[in-house]
T-cell receptor, first 109, second 117 residues
């Protein structure tokens, strides 16, 4: 089992729709959770961090964390073509920061 | 905050040669990480430093790979006797110490793309 798993893509949504990205992790001792966006040929850039169970909202982005289910998700509301990228889930646990393989999102105009 | 700087941006080398990459982290960050990323995959952890101490090294990392951070500032990653399988993007990232909420996020450099022919 991979340490961090993301729903396989690619994911395609129409402009203005909600995009839902999911991530599960294996280390129950994980403490901090992050979502990164990576455009093709570029390095990852931080979108959001979340540390406590529940929802955290930042503009059009909402991160959700459920430690009991070892699950973290990212919702993107009112998706825009500029949101088209690969989204990486990252988890900091007893070992160091581990990344999922990423989910490629395409937002179609 | 000038960001994380990596040099060179691109490196093409022949199989069997040694290569060295440099990373300059954000100045107030005491943690520095090296990752490797291949096409279609997420960043794969290689090693990290807290100040000058190398605290963890991936079990998957061959003995041909070595990293240093001699004065707790910049870091170098050396790959000896390169193989074609080493072709990848090598990413450096830095972060602050753990804050009240939890571990600080990583800030990535632009990476060094290595091609081994």
């Amino acid at each position: 089992q991979k340490e961090v798993e993301q729903n396989s893509g690619p994911l395609s949504v129409p402009e203005g729709a909600i995009a839902s990205l999911n991530c599960t992790y294996s280390d129950r001792g994980s403490q901090s959770f992050f979502w990164y966006r990576q455009y093709s040929g570029k390095s990852p850039e931080l979108i959001m961090s979340i540390y406590s169970n529940g929802d955290k909202e930042d503009g059009r982005f909402t991160a959700q964390l459920n430690k009991a289910s070892q699950y973290v998700s990212l919702l993107i509301r009112d998706s825009q073509p500029s949101d088209s990228a690969t989204y990486l889930c990252a988890v900091k646990g007893n070992n160091d920061m581990r990344f999922g393989a990423g989910t490629r999102l395409t937002v179609k105009p | 905050d000038t960001g994380v700087s990596q040099d060179p941006r691109h490196k093409i080398t022949k199989r069997g040669q040694n290569v060295t990459f440099r990373c300059d982290p954000i100045s107030e960050h005491n943690r520095l990480y090296w990752y490797r990323q291949t096409l279609g995959q997420g960043p794969e952890f290689l090693t990290y430093f807290q100040n000058e101490a190398q605290l963890e090294k991936s079990r998957l990392l061959s003995d041909r790979f070595s990293a240093e951070r001699p004065k707790g500032s910049f870091s170098t990653l050396e790959i000896q006797r390169t193989e074609q399988g080493d072709s990848a993007m090598y990413l450096c990232a830095s972060s602050r110490r753990k804050g009240q909420g939890g571990w600080a996020a990583l800030h990535f450099g632009n990476g060094t793309r290595l091609t081994v022919t």
